[in-house]
């Protein structure tokens, strides 16, 4: 491939970028494109996703509809990939020219401790009654069946 491909396939990538922007609202830049080779010998141009809403942003963009692909050359729809740690990256091939944007991993929620939920309230009163009530089959359920159908053997017996 060569060096106009890989231009080419930038300035599509900002374009498509710029229609995602318009359509979802959502802040956050393309910044500090780079060249380089892919593993299989490809160009590949990588760029940072900024902003607040960037992890918003890239998944709206990978969801969304606003790249058409050249598919007389190799393609690859965008999709999310976790691989590199620290990274949520939105890779696909356009114009043979791979195109990875990224933007850093989020730390993860902090998930609440066990003790922590040893100490919530229990349901008391109201609540506790609707909780057991819950636990018990509800009356429209059709459990009427077996005395229909004992009635019914008897009869003809």
Known sequence: MSNA????????A???????????KLDAE???WEQSTAADGSPLLTVRISGPDQEKALL????GT?????????????AVDFSVEGRVVCLWRTGGVWVE???PEAAAPLS????????LPRPTGRQGAVRRLASRPS??????WRSRASASTKEKG
């Open 112 to 119: 609440p401790s066990p003790a922590l939920l040893a100490d």
């Open 14 to 24: 900002e374009r498509s970028w710029k229609l995602n922007r318009q359509y979802t």
């Open 60 to 63: 709206a963009f990978t969801n």
């Open 101 to 103: 944007m990224w933007h």
């Open 5 to 12: 491909a890989a231009h080419e396939a930038r300035a599509y």
């Open 139 to 144: 009356a429209r359920l059709p459990f009427g």
């Open 30 to 32: 393309l910044t500090g």
């Open 66 to 78: 606003s790249v058409v692909l050249d598919t007389r050359t190799p393609h690859q729809w965008p």
